[in-house]
């Protein structure tokens, strides 16, 4: 793969990994912080940690906000 095809397909792949499981998105979920997570990875972690704060900790205030992402893309 040509270098320039290879760092693009990187940077696509890191707007799509959940920032938890580092996998490519599953039922993806957007919080008000506008972090994105897996929504299975953000409930066990919501559910570990005992609260609803985002896993980055990104210090604002975005509990239980979530947002369904991609849902255009994925039903066409």
Known sequence: MKPLKRALLEILESFLSCHVCSET???PVSLSCNHSFCSSCLE???EQTGNKNC???CFLKCEAVV??????????
């Open 25 to 27: 998105f599953r039922d």
């Open 55 to 57: 896993p980055i900790f």
């Open 67 to 76: 947002y369904k992402m991609f849902k255009e893309i994925l039903l066409h």
């Open 44 to 46: 066990e972690f919501w």
